[in-house]
């Protein structure tokens, strides 16, 4: 298992370390906010057909995925860094970056599930800690290779990317993996729809899912857009992102004595509000300490949000079909990766970056305002 943690570490990183680095990539070449959307649009897209992969992962088996993923990841880091850019190249290539992020995830939390099945140890909570630790590490190689550039040299991240993904295709191929399981049949597919679909409660939460996750993505994706408009060197944006992320972990760490104490409700509003107002407040100055402590707010908030969200799923969701509940919730976390950074693009033409960030500002308070309502029994709504 320490085999899979390593990999999903090296995963990680090299995927954020890839994203920011076309976005860069787009600043580089004089692409404008809407087409940084819809390339970040891209790297969405393959995660709406998740249930294809889930089904190829049950024939084939984890192992089988992790190479593929692996290979996607190397292939595509490498071509970014070999490549003369152009806005199909980034959209062509955010998509396969996006083929094999979802691969590689998909399978460490299928393998970290099924050793729970095979050993009766859980090493979920390790996975979520592990995936933080890369989030905070991805964005500080910004800090080590780029100095005091305004737009750092990408050809070198994705060099970097690239090495990382071929130590993960060594430890995808060295791992020994489950034996395939089937999948299951439509009959049972469509009842487990129908349950969900039926179980009050369940919309609302993957719905704040979406918004977490949705807010959580643009962050990386945007930010160095506003640091890019406001001089920033993308050393200090990477230092940002990072303490954005490690703020998530932090909050992480504390998550169950918040929940004992505050009960779900309570701290899913007050987690939406802390990151609605981190944010918003991206917006009041471009002073670097100024914006890492609102960072830092805002990463304490969607922190909690993303496993608080998943608690209430399995709360309210029978037992049986759990794991259907948590891929409806990934699809649905799809499509804010697809649609929040193409609609953000398209919006900054009219309201600005700033705009934008006060607009997930705002979706963050409605969500907090539509929970609070429902305050006296969530799990009934």
Do not use: K
């Not at 580089?28 to 087409?35: E, M, Q, S, V």
């Not at 940084?36 to 294809?52: E, K, M, Q």
């Not at 599930?113 to 190689?141: C, D, E, I, K, M």
């Amino acid at each position: 298992m320490n085999r899979l943690f390593i990999h999903a570490f090296l995963y990680q990183t090299l995927t954020i370390l890839s994203r920011i680095g076309i976005t860069y990539l787009a600043v580089d070449i004089g692409l404008d906010a809407t087409h940084v959307g819809l390339i970040s649009g891209a790297f969405g897209l393959p995660a709406l057909f998740g249930l294809n992969f889930g089904r190829y992962i049950d024939r084939a088996g984890e192992r089988a995925a992790l190479v593929w993923g692996s290979l996607f990841m190397v292939g595509t880091s490498a071509c970014l860094a070999l490549t003369p850019p152009s806005f199909i190249v980034l959209v062509v290539l955010s998509f396969l970056l996006g083929i094999g992020q979802f691969l590689g995830v998909a399978a460490q939390q299928s393998a970290v599930g099924r050793s729970l099945t095979h050993n009766g140890v859980n090493y979920y909570g390790r996975l979520t800690l592990v995936v933080s630790l890369a989030q905070t590490a991805g964005p500080l190689f910004l800090v080590f290779f780029t100095s005091d550039q305004l737009v750092p040299d990408t050809r070198t991240l994705f060099a970097l990317a690239s090495i990382m993904g071929i130590v993960t295709l060594l430890l995808a191929l060295g791992s020994n993996g489950f034996p395939p399981q089937a999948g299951a049949s439509p009959m049972r597919l469509m009842r487990m729809a129908n349950v969900l679909l039926t179980t009050r409660g369940y919309l609302l939460a993957t719905t704040a899912s979406l918004v977490v996750v949705g807010a959580t993505d643009l962050i990386v994706v945007f930010l160095p857009l506003l640091g890019a408009e406001h001089s920033i060197a993308a050393g200090t944006i990477g230092m940002l992102l990072s303490m954005r992320a490690c703020a998530s972990m932090i909050s992480r760490i504390f998550f169950n004595w918040l929940l004992d104490r505050l009960g779900m409700s309570r701290l899913l509003t007050a987690s939406l509000l802390l990151a609605s107002f981190g944010i918003g407040a991206l917006t009041l100055s471009t002073n670097a300490f100024v914006m890492g402590a609102m960072l830092f707010i805002a990463g304490i908030g969607l922190g909690i949000g993303a496993p608080l969200t998943l608690t209430w799923l399995v709360r309210i969701v029978p037992a049986d079909i759990q794991g259907s509940a948590i891929s409806g919730r990934l699809a649905l976390n799809a499509l804010a990766l697809v649609a929040a950074p193409v609609f953000a693009g398209s919006a900054i033409l009219t309201i600005g970056i700033g705009g934008v960030f006060l607009a997930i500002s705002a979706c963050l308070v409605a969500d907090a305002a539509v929970i609070a309502l429902r305050r006296n029994n969530p799990e009934r709504v």
